[in-house]
């Protein structure tokens, strides 16, 4: 895998093996980065986080901070490399635990970006709808979901955006006005 572009733009790093985790790939998080524009100064949490390759792209394009969350040991041993690797411990923290168990016990945690990238199979939308309460006011979510579904909804937060990119679609979400 390859950081697209910013300051490590053109730096490789490591994806786990086998089947457990599949990378975004680099058209979509290229696409996903084109939309978003600058994110200069912006914290962001990289839920369902595999590689780290949409967290260490943020951060490349000038992001303040990264909070990894993944499951899978071997996940969160390969951000761990990357974070080592590409220099960026200092702007990042990378948590081995279940996306859903960690917002819970995380409540304060909010962030100007989320982007949630869980296993087609597994995009549980009570998931999406907490990891909401982690959005600051004005932030965006961003949910990567079969290109051949709707957006899901969820309470809390309504789409404003959705694209679809093959197999692959974007969902772009605000907090609901109260």
Known sequence: ???ISGALGGRTF?????????????QLRGALFNILGDITGLSLLDAYAGSGAIGIEALSRGAKFVQ????DKTAHKIIEQNLELLDLKKRAKAT???????????????FDLIVADPPYTEVNLSTIEHLGA??????????????RESAPTV??????DNRSYGNAALAFYRLASR
């Open 1 to 3: 895998m390859r950081v």
């Open 14 to 26: 490591y994806a786990p093996k086998g089947w457990r985790t599949h990378p975004m790939s680099e």
């Open 155 to 160: 309470n809390g937060v309504v789409v404003v």
């Open 96 to 110: 081995l635990a279940n996306v859903e168990f960690w917002g819970k016990r995380q409540a304060d945690n909010k």
């Open 68 to 71: 990894f969350v993944d499951i």
């Open 134 to 147: 982690h959005l600051k006011p004005n932030g965006l979510m961003v949910l990567s979901h079969p290109g």
